[in-house]
């Protein structure tokens, strides 16, 4: 069941100022961090768990000596504080992750995590009361068979001992299948790289073999000396996988971005897109930012969310060229089609490229900048006086500040009379930049038009919702205008649009067809509005505007946009069309279109988090 | 139930001689014996884990148990070991077990500690048409009751995880999900009951507890219990001033019939012969930043003749057709020596402001249109 605060007054209100004023979820940034990072083997010599992150407290070191049954939530009595300086990098909360975990002694932990050999190369996942445990075991070489490299370089050849191993992270049971997934492909990447690293030059079994040289050590010294330490912190200097796996851990609990060097060989390089997709205090679960990739179009445009130097110089050495001509080209004002000719690459790869750039978090779609692009500040945007960005924004832009740029798009305002300045003091280059900065910061949203046609109803029974007014989308074929990075180009889904107009991106169908009122446009015409109900088709023909031919055959051709799912732009787009022209249109049958502005459901994902 | 449906329940035990193994499993041999010897090391398991919630995944199922290790001298080996546990298929959302597994565990360790119920080999095998009638009942109605002998009865039920419920502030209007009358008011505890009748979908909790005469948190902590379990849902208060704006979800009255019925039958005028769709969606398209409740009627008076334009903005919010524009006040310059805003700050709307000092919304607009060094942004 929930926990619910009781403390409502204005003191403690006050701390509100800091966060996200829509924040009124609890806080979920703990379900998204591993609690625990273990590394376990099962060899010749038993099952033995060989490094783990963060330590335990010294009081739990693993002691043969009493085997009391420990209750994960048992507080200490000695302090609730762990001491060790390094062991944790979190705020503790009431009852920590840390002590979860802390409640399994090392050999239990090896008992249940090194499995049998039959469950490697697969997904491990094993729950315990409140704690998760997932891995990937991974196996090194048929248990029964031992084999001997003749040509092995390395001066002392002992017969490998180890079988298998598995890193394991520990989550809070109740994570979301998503990041338990994610977790798992960690632990998978960074397997292959440990089993290619171990095939090459038996990197894992030194290291283990350094590992466990140290534990024996300590367990010595702590038997002689009476002084309890901690094996592992031990470790960590003397072993770089040690120090690779606290450093996964560390990053997956503050950035969700993990970048190692195997052996200083092998890269692993992963992003947990919960940390990196936060939007008002939730995070974007992957697949809805996946559909909202693959419904992304060629008007669209990339917007780089860091500077274009800064991106070049995250990214590794041996990137793809194509990589570094899409960042250096891409910009605020260019849609997808045109960076891919500017940087000469084909669309599906500009998309794939995009895609991921989207998915890393450095990168969000956006309509191209232009003047007729209409704003307004978003639902979830944090206008308060005193947050970072606010700060950041001064700093940025000195002499203006944050608040008040932000009430001007209170109604919504397009870019042309957003740089009409009020005051002559800003300059116009500034106030595209200022724009394109509360952009990245998802402080904006930009609305789109949406036409829908939608007939007055007949005299005789205007009240009861009979099929005639039933929607068009049920009646007419679905036309998915999909996008390349599905790869399909716009293929029509009906037998009709085969024959009459098929949109595809580089021509218009408009200028195809003879003009002026020939037979053939005249059946055509007859045709698109064949789908439509014999009183819709009265009412459309009444209208002044309709005895127009060529006016009546645009609308004819343009029936099918007239769904509220495609907005002004996407039917400029697709059909060749100016602005004017749709506007003109729209003005002209107004008695049987309704009109609504709002934000593009496909790109809103990255303004808004999902419900 | 669909969701957590159970394959399988089996009783497995540390047998002296023959260890690990499963005594009696229902359906028959739905354990193959290479599932189990994978999985073994989690059912009966080292002291360390016994009494815990065990889950596994292997080979495509998921098996929940909970070990009991119950020590006795007279047990050969001094100790029983034993564990009934579920099997679901691995892609199950299998929380709402869990609560059953222990239950069920703490069940037979009841039993055994009682009256040997496990160690005597009779009525051990009482065991097997139980975990049969356990099956069969909690897949079929998500509940099982169940007598043992005259002494003992289990009492199962699967219950369905719910999200943790919003916080629940002063200004918001808590509005029935379904008609009222639809729930038995006197399930539900004192303090619901005595608000129930002033949960209109317009009164603000401010409002309700004063009028209800119950104190504002106790007001506050029943709204979100009902919350919790889907009773209620929250909008905000409703004033012809108010400014609202479509989502993108407006278009699902278009696109869904049964969107479009219910709409519909709620946003009618009491009375009057059923508002037509396309009237009801002018309507909600003419909600646009800047236009208020009131000029959205003068402007189309035609349209909002057969509607009740409170029921309008109240569907449309409790369905996420429309959204509220609120309006937050910022203190963006001020006097060095004055001190910092409290409620200017930028996140706090005219909703909280109001509610908390008094004012109402005239009140505030007067207040601060005159004060140069405050700006109000909408969102």
Known sequence: MYIHSSSFDLQGERKSMYKQSENRFFKCGEKTSPISVILVTSGSRGNKLLFRYPFQRVADCTSSLTTKQRSPYALNTTGDVLEDPDGDSREQTPLTDEQ??????DIILATILATKSDMCGKKFELKIDNVRFVGHPTLLQHPHTIQVSKTDPSPKREMPTMILFSVVFALRANADPSVISCMHNLSRRIAIALQHEERRCQYLTREAKLMLAVQDEVTNMTETDGSPQSPFRQILPK?????????????????????????????????????????????VPPEALERSLKAIRPYHALLLLDSEKALLAQLPLDCSPALVRLIKTCSAVKNLQQLAQDADLNLLQIFQIAAHLVYWGKAIIVYPLCENNVYMLSPHANIS????LAEAFGQQFPGHDLPSMLAKFSLPLSLSEFRNPLDASVQEAQLIQMVVWMLQRRLLIQLHTYVCLLVPPSEEEPGLLR????????????????????????SPTSSDDMTLTSPSMDNSSAELLPGGDSPLNRRMTETLLASLTEHERQVILNIPAAQSPEDLRMFARLLHYFRGHHHLEEIMYNENMRRSQLKTLFDKFRSVLVVTNHEDPVISLFQSPLE | MGMSRIECIFFSEFHPTLGPKITYQVPEEYISRELFDTVQV??????????????????????????VCIEHKKYSRNALLFNLGLVCDARTKTCALEPIVKKLSGYLTTLELESGFISNEESKQKLLPIMSTLLEELNATGACTLPIDESNTINLKLIEQRRDPLIVQEYDVPVFTQCKDHFIKSQWDLTTQQILAY??????????????????NLVRIAVQNLLYYGVVTLVSIFQYSNVYCTTPKVQSLIDDRSVQAECLSYVTKQGQKRACLRDVFQLYCGLTPGTTVRDLCSRYSQQVQRVDERRLIQYGLMKGLIRRLQKYPVKVTRDERSRPPRLYTGCHSYDEICCKTGMSYKELDERLENDPNIIVCWK
């Open chain 1, 239 to 283: 072993c770089k996988l040690a120090r690779d796996l606290k450093e996964a851990y560390d990053s997956l609990c503050t950035t969700g971005v993990v970048r190692l060097h195997i052996n200083n060989w092998l890269e692993v390089s992963f992003c947990l897109p919960h940390k990196i997709h936060r939007v008002g205090g939730n995070h």
């Open chain 2, 199 to 216: 949960v209109d979908g317009f009164r603000h909790i401010q409002k309700i507890s004063a009028e209800a005469d119950v104190e504002l």
């Open chain 1, 100 to 105: 979860l975990v802390a409640g399994f002694s």
């Open chain 1, 467 to 490: 099929d005639e007014e039933l929607p068009l989308v049920a009646r007419v074929g679905g036309r998915s205008l999909s996008t390349p990075s599905a790869l399909s180009f716009g």
């Open chain 1, 385 to 388: 006086l005193y947050s970072p």
């Open chain 2, 42 to 67: 989690y059912i009966i398991t080292k002291p360390e884990l016994q009494n815990k919630l065990i889950t596994v995944t292997a080979m495509e199922k998921k098996l929940i148990g909970c070990p």
